[in-house]
């Protein structure tokens, strides 16, 4: 089955800084890679994502890039405020019948003011 | 918006007993997905649903079991319940079986003791 790599398992910045956080998968067959940022106790919240047929993506501070012939994605943000600091999750997806997505092991994002 | 659903949002219950969840997905939203994260861990996929149907299965104990409903909400049955289930259960729906985004519901926070 799919295996989801993430790093670094913990992510401490200044306010301000650039956070990326990468990830590796290991299944040629994902074609979907979402993100999620989850606060303690919260559901998990799709922050962006990325389909195989895309290098990167953008979203104001936020930007994802995939590459798919080293099979690994990366979350990029930039100018970190510390409503930024959460769980943030990377994830590979391909179709079974539906969607199943494999989770990486989270990085906790601690943004100091 | 309307969002996905879930109740209760907490639940306590002793070693052996059986519990509940229930999941209602967003309106018009036909797949359902759920979820078992226990703690510091990542979402580990459980079950989905489409029209009512089972469609794919990941880890998800004997002892669980889930149908989804004609009016798509779906419920997740846990028997036998053990210490190690005490979890977040998160339910969440997507637009279609081919759609690869999923909308997370607030979670059932299941203590069992």
């Known amino acids: 089955g799919e295996n989801v790599e993430q790093h670094p398992s913990t992510l401490s910045v200044q306010e301000g800084d650039s956070a990326v956080i990468k990830c590796t998968y290991s299944?040629?067959?994902?074609?979907?890679f979402p993100w999620y940022k989850q606060e303690l106790g919260k559901r998990p919240q799709l922050i962006i994502d990325?389909?195989?047929?895309?290098g990167e993506k953008k979203d104001q501070r936020i930007a994802v890039t995939l590459n798919k012939t080293a099979k690994h994605f990366s979350l990029h943000i930039t100018e970190t405020q510390p409503e930024d600091s959460a769980v943030y999750f990377c994830?590979?997806?391909?179709?079974?019948?539906?969607?199943?997505?494999?989770f990486g092991r989270g990085t906790s994002l601690i943004v100091h003011p | 918006a309307a969002g996905v659903i879930q109740s209760p949002r907490h639940l306590i219950k002793e070693k052996r007993e059986t519990a509940t969840l229930k999941c209602y997905p967003i309106p018009r939203h036909d797949t359902v997905y759920w979820y078992q994260q226990g703690p510091g861990q990542d979402p580990q996929f459980l079950i989905s649903?489409?029209?009512?149907?089972?469609?794919d299965k990941g880890s998800i104990p004997d002892r669980f079991s889930a149908q989804q409903f004609s009016d798509y909400h779906s419920e997740l049955n846990m028997s036998s319940l053990e210490l190690g289930d005490s979890a977040l259960y998160f339910c969440?729906?997507?637009?279609?079986?081919?759609?690869?985004?999923?909308?997370f519901g607030p979670g059932t926070r299941l203590t069992v003791t």
């Open positions: 649903f489409y029209e009512k149907m089972q469609s």
């Open positions: 994830a590979a997806s391909k179709r079974g019948g539906s969607y199943i997505p494999t």
């Open positions: 969440a729906s997507s637009p279609g079986l081919d759609r690869y985004e999923q909308y």
């Open positions: 990325i389909r195989s047929n895309v």
């Open positions: 299944d040629s067959a994902s074609n979907y």
